[in-house]
């Protein structure tokens, strides 16, 4: 299994415009995550996905945040517009059916917006 | 609701020394505990895992973690470490229920030749 696949693996952008991180799951997982990290904030869960559906967003910073899942081996975090404190590194994660099972982290995408 | 503290930052340790790692739960249910390990510039990996049984748990690269449940921690350990070692650890748990894991601050490990 190639493992959670993520691209880009860096974005470089500037402030205003729209980002789009990509995430392909691990197959059979029915659990998809959204990280971000910063040195500041350390990691930081965004938002969650159970088969296909959101399950918490509650730690999504803003409006200008959103993430969808239109099926089950792909999902998109959108950032519009886009501004400088939004550069940090966003991992996906996907696990599968049972809370014991660990989750399987994708190598992040680094985003920088000037 | 389940919080996990590590309460080191950072933890310099020369090569071929002991290092422990600390790590401590709150949760109201049973719960699952994980550690990870980050490597520079790379993703979050699998060091270990306790979910039933013994509570010694042993990982890869010689690591293991012992679960106490009347002190609420699960401290990893290894007792030589290499300057591979030099990483990021997080501490995360879980109760199962939805999936969620709850990870700690992370704990920067330097090995000093």
């Known amino acids: 299994d190639a493992g959670v696949i993520q691209s880009p693996r860096h974005e470089v952008t500037e402030m205003g415009q729209e980002v789009t991180l990509r995430c392909k799951p691990i197959s059979g997982h029915d659990y998809l995550f959204w990280y971000r990290q910063t040195m500041m904030r350390g990691l930081e869960l965004l938002i969650y996905?159970?088969?296909?559906?959101?399950?918490?967003d509650s730690g999504m910073p803003e409006d200008r945040f959103s993430a969808k899942m239109p099926n089950a081996s792909f999902s998109t975090l959108k950032i519009q517009p886009s501004e400088p404190r939004d550069s940090a590194v966003y991992f996906c994660?996907?696990?599968?059916?049972?809370?014991?099972?660990?989750?399987?982290f994708g190598p992040g995408t680094r985003l920088t917006v000037l | 609701a389940q919080s996990v503290t590590q309460l080191d930052s950072q933890v310099p340790v020369f090569e071929e020394a002991p290092v422990e790692l600390r790590c401590n739960y709150s949760?109201?249910?049973?719960?699952?505990l994980f550690w990870y390990v980050q490597y520079p510039n790379q993703g979050l990996q699998l060091l270990l895992k306790?979910?039933?049984?013994?509570?010694l748990v042993k990982g890869i690269n010689g690591f293991e973690a012992e679960f106490n449940k009347s002190q609420t921690s699960f401290h990893l350990r290894k007792p030589s470490v290499h300057i591979s070692d030099t990483a990021e650890y997080f501490c995360a748990v879980t109760s199962g229920a939805g999936n969620q894991f709850y990870f700690g601050t992370g704990t920067s490990l330097t090995v000093i030749p």
């Open positions: 949760s109201s249910v049973s719960v699952y």
């Open positions: 994660a996907s696990s599968g059916t049972s809370g014991r099972n660990e989750q399987f």
């Open positions: 306790y979910l039933s049984g013994s509570t």
């Open positions: 996905f159970n088969n296909n559906v959101p399950i918490d």
